[in-house]
């Protein structure tokens, strides 16, 4: 896997602040209204699996309430587990009844403010941002302090890590460190048009969707 290399050809189209060593830790600051858009790897201890990549996107925002939001991505039985909530009162924060048949048949959606929750996903970009990043995850949770600062956190629901993995249709090199340190010139930018094609267009997604997300829980007062 090559994320630095790839985020890296990223920045250099789109801007932003580019911080990266080694080991795949790269980290791209862009903005949003004012406000940092961060993405970067998310590292899980898999135990005896070893260690799982997931690409993430943070932003904060201030909310007058404190407010907790769960997408999940969709999954197959996500719309029989939906057909059950429907049945019963409210478990646990989870609830089917969000409108927006579309988005939400597939998706496990957990809120307590159930109201507020209905006003974010009549917004329609982000309703479309959702439906274009179908194995993304979205989250809203309050922070520290009483300024109402949140953070909205956008997470590939699958590792880009491993022999299968690639977190949701995510291209980060085909032979990795092994072009940046013995290819050609001419494979180094075979791999970068590749990258270009395939990574940017997931990544202009992946943020999209949490610049929306953003946008959604802020456009309604609480």
Known sequence: MSWNSSLYEYHKKYGGQFLAGELDDGLLILTWKNR?????LS????????TFSYIRARAPVTLAKPYE??????????????????SVSAIAGYSADFGCP????????????VPFT???????????ALLACPKDKVSVR???????????TVTTAAAVSGLSGDGGGWY???RGEYITVFGTEE?????????EEQFFPRMDRFLALARAACGAVTQWPM
Request: charged fraction near 25%; proline fraction near 4%.
């Open 43 to 50: 590292m899980v201890n898999g135990g005896r699996s070893g």
């Open 172 to 174: 980060l090199g085909s």
């Open 102 to 113: 579309e988005v939400t048949k597939k998706r496990l959606i957990r809120a307590e403010n």
């Open 69 to 86: 939001l769960t997408i999940g991505a969709e999954r197959t039985l996500s719309g029989g587990v939906n057909t059950v909530l429907k």
């Open 36 to 40: 940092p858009l961060v993405v970067d």
């Open 118 to 128: 209905k006003l974010v996903l009549s917004s329609l970009d982000f309703r479309n």
């Open 187 to 195: 494979e180094k930018a075979q791999e970068a048009r590749q990258v």
């Open 142 to 152: 309050p922070g520290p302090g009483d300024e109402g600062l949140h953070l909205v």
